[in-house]
């Protein structure tokens, strides 16, 4: 589906002079289609939270079960020990009623058999309890493990974005002070780089120097081939008023983020599926457009990185 948007948009730059309403009406649609997947990804990452912090509680569960079931075992060892003792002293006093007539002694037969039959069916009860037991303490155990390598996996996913964040800095440190941040949130990668780096007014050619900061982003984006490459366009509220052949700051947004796309598909090292282009018009401000320094930050090219949830996916359907 991301190799389809991207022909679309690439066919629409090359042939923007013909656009029809047509076609800009189901550029809209594609848009609308993006941004859904975008919040299924949001909507994923937070049913991913739901589902550990749900694992978590079981095993909270799970947990009292067993300290329950300890309760109940020592509490029918506590019970046989007292028969047993029960049963001693009835046989002491079987000894001595021994000489006595043959009608007691029958009757301390009976009492001493209806004891040997709650002891045996106390000892079953045990065997039964304990065995009950240790399939709870197994099951506890195999849920604990499951909990910690879905934890350890969200711990792994989270070190690495934070290493590709460190990397992603360091590689573009020369461009510090020039429009471009960086920073790591909610399990993703930002890298934000405001227009005056990369286009002049009006216009979706990317600069010299721009192109440069790209290629640099696109070197190491090419060594984490598991990770979803979103390049989102912004503008400020200013209506455009430049080439005609543009509706307004939406299409010059997408046109600016397929520009982004379009160096980076230059690396033949990053692969093309994991490459998607969105335009935000002047809809995703980050500052007030009352003043031209936030009207500037306003005008940027966001790229988000996201890890791929496969292997967190799998984990949750084998628990």
Known sequence: MIKRISLVVITLTLFSSCVSKKIYTELEDKYANLKKENRGLNDEVESLSSANTKLNNDLASLQSAYDK?????????????A????????????????????AEI???SKKNRELLAQLEAKE???????????????????RSKRVAELESVIAAK?????????????????????????????????????????????SWAVGSQGKEAVKQLGNVLADNPDIAILIEGHTDNVPYKGNAQLSGNWDLSTKRATAIVNILRENNSINPENLTAAGRGEYAPIATNETAEGKAKNRRIEVILTPKLDEISKLLNDI
């Open 124 to 142: 079953q009860a045990l065997a039964a309890e304990n065995e009950r037991l240790e399939k709870l303490k197994k099951e506890l155990e195999n």
């Open 158 to 202: 989270d070190a690495n974005m934070k290493a590709l964040k460190d990397a992603i800095s360091k590689a573009l440190t020369d461009f510090e002070g020039k429009g471009l941040t960086v920073e790591q949130r909610d399990g993703k990668v930002y890298v934000s780089m405001e227009n005056k780096l990369l286009f002049q007014s009006g």
């Open 83 to 102: 028969t047993k003792t029960n049963l001693d002293n009835l046989k002491a006093s079987y000894d001595a009623l021994e000489k006595n007539s043959s």
């Open 106 to 108: 029958a009757k301390n």
């Open 69 to 81: 079931a300890v309760a109940e075992r020592d509490k029918l060892q506590s019970d046989l020990a």
